[in-house]
């Protein structure tokens, strides 16, 4: 059974960066495609960043330009770069990894950016 773990998260000023990270153990890693999701208090939770099994990139208007992701797989690892932080960015980050039928997600990491 596969897992993927977040780690990074925590209290930052506005326009400082963190790096997020999403561990998987217990699978191949290459062979998932894998988004970071963020869930604000009382919002949905939105699609931020994406990343395919070959590296194709994808992002929300929102963050693109100051957010990157990234893969490495001999580690086993995605990371979401974030520079640039606004207030507007806390909320809790989700990974989702999906190799159709079989789907994971993270338990999430908090962000909160706040002077």
């Known amino acids: 059974q596969a897992q993927f773990v977040e780690s990074g998260g925590g209290l930052v000023q506005p326009g400082g960066s963190l790096r997020l990270s999403c561990a998987a153990s217990g699978s191949a890693f290459n062979i998932y495609n894998v988004g970071w999701y963020r869930q604000a208090p009382g919002k949905q939770r939105v699609l931020i960043a994406h990343?395919?099994?070959?590296?194709?990139?994808m992002y929300q208007d929102s963050v693109k330009g100051r957010f990157t992701i990234s893969r490495d797989n001999t580690k086993n690892t995605v990371h979401l770069q974030m520079n640039s932080l606004k207030p507007e960015d806390t909320a809790v980050y989700y990974c989702n990894a999906v190799n159709l039928p079989k789907l994971y997600w993270g338990q999430g990491t908090q962000v909160t950016v706040s002077s």
């Open positions: 990343i395919t099994r070959d590296g194709n990139t």
